[in-house]
């Protein structure tokens, strides 16, 4: 069990970390509904995550049991695809970064500079889709908010580290009591930094709005900086661990 423990801890960790649905959520909690819209969506967050890892576990008990207890070449090559698949999301996420961060740098220095359509190009475009999209978060129901937090538990990222945590829990031979305990950890840990703020915000919503304001802007200016961090480690340790099983 302590095993499954090591393995799942980081990867949960990778879902808790994850800035898109931290977004929403603080969206939907400033939003006029946001009382009963958090908690349908921190529910669809939860059936989408629990879904996913039950799912993926479940494959993962039907590969061929490990000739030994540390070697298992299928293992290995499975955990390398997925941390090589996480480091190419990291590189996608840098570059796209990088780029975003150039354009916005020249629109300022073509608006500072009086230039025709400074700050119009793909960066302003970029800032206004992502302005309209809050917008719409923020008119969310209940049931549309229910749709959202299970949607966004399929992102690509998230599939990914699921499925390294449903091999770790599932291909390890663990018993049935651990393999329960080992999804509802990984759950529980993946889904906190969304259940705590909504927890305390249905609880004492003026009190928690100055905050939900300052995590917003917060993530806003350095989601893909803290995003890609986390991302490329976590890449590069589910490479290390499948390397140890060859």
């Known amino acids: 069990m302590a095993g499954i423990i090591g393995h799942i801890l980081p990867l949960a960790l990778g879902v808790a970390l994850s800035s898109v649905p931290i977004v929403v959520m603080v969206l939907i909690l400033l939003s006029p509904r946001g009382r009963w819209s958090s908690l349908t969506y921190l529910i669809g967050a939860v059936i989408g995550l629990a879904g996913l890892t039950t799912l993926f576990t479940a494959v993962a008990t039907l590969l061929p049991p490990a000739p030994s207890s540390s070697k298992s070449p299928l293992i290995a090559t499975i955990e390398v695809a997925l941390g090589a698949g996480l480091l190419f999301i990291a590189a996608v996420r840098w570059r796209r970064a990088r780029r975003l961060h ?31 999209w809050m917008a719409k978060v923020t008119t969310l129901g209940p ?4 749709g959202v937090g299970f949607v966004l538990m399929l992102r690509p ?78 890449g590069t340790v589910i490479i290390g661990s499948g390397l140890a099983h060859y």
């Open 102 to 132: 150039h354009e916005q740098t020249e629109g300022h220095a073509a608006a500072a500079a009086g230039a025709p359509g400074g700050g119009t190009g793909t960066a302003a475009k970029s800032q206004t889709g992502a302005a309209k």
């Open 143 to 146: 049931i549309p908010s229910l």
């Open 157 to 234: 990222k998230n599939l990914l580290l699921t499925i390294a945590a449903g091999v770790a829990i599932g291909a390890g031979g663990a018993t049935f009591s651990e393999v329960v305990v080992g999804i509802a950890l990984f759950v529980v840990l993946g889904i906190s930094t969304l259940a705590a703020p909504i927890i305390f915000a249905v609880v004492d919503p003026s009190r928690m709005r100055r905050p939900l304001e300052e995590t917003r802007i917060w993530i806003e200016g350095n989601s893909a900086t803290v995003t890609t961090i986390v991302v490329l480690v976590l």
